[in-house]
Nanobody, 124 residues
Framework: VQLQASGGGLTQPGGSLRLQCAAS??????MGWFRQAPGKDREFVSA????????RYSDSVRGRFTISRDSAKNTLYLQMNNLKPEDTANYFC????????????????????WGQGTQVTVSS
């Protein structure tokens, strides 16, 4: 599976951005977003099962971010609202052909394919 992420940029606190990740190749079972800030470990942001309605969010973004997909376009989205400076990071999309259950969605080790990352900077 090849993943191409885009949509990052610079915005002020309280602003919005929408990330997207186009997948090509094998059929995916789950896709997600992770992020890594300078000097910090990679952390889970949000993920979903490609079929059905199962989604998962980290506590830090729940209520502000919305993950979605367009199956026809094989594209994953992350709508990010009310952005905060602490959301500043390089955002990576990830995919796996496995049909992960809810408890597995937040673990990066369960994903086999990773995109190149797109930078999100929230600053006034």
């Amino acid at each position: 599976v090849q993943l191409q992420a885009s949509g990052g940029g610079l915005t002020q606190p309280g602003g919005s951005l929408r990330l997207q990740c186009a997948a090509s190749g094998r059929t995916v079972g789950a896709m997600g977003w992770f992020r890594q800030a300078p000097g910090k470990d990679r952390e889970f942001v949000s993920a979903l099962r490609w079929s059905g309605s199962t989604t998962r969010y980290s506590d830090s973004v729940r209520g502000r971010f919305t993950i979605s997909r367009d199956s026809a376009k094989n594209t994953l989205y992350l709508q990010m609202n009310n952005l905060k400076p602490e959301d500043t990071a390089n955002y990576f999309c990830a995919a796996t052909s496995a049909r992960l259950i809810f408890s597995e969605l937040g673990n990066g080790l369960n994903y086999d394919y990773w995109g190149q990352g797109t930078q999100v900077t929230v600053s006034s």
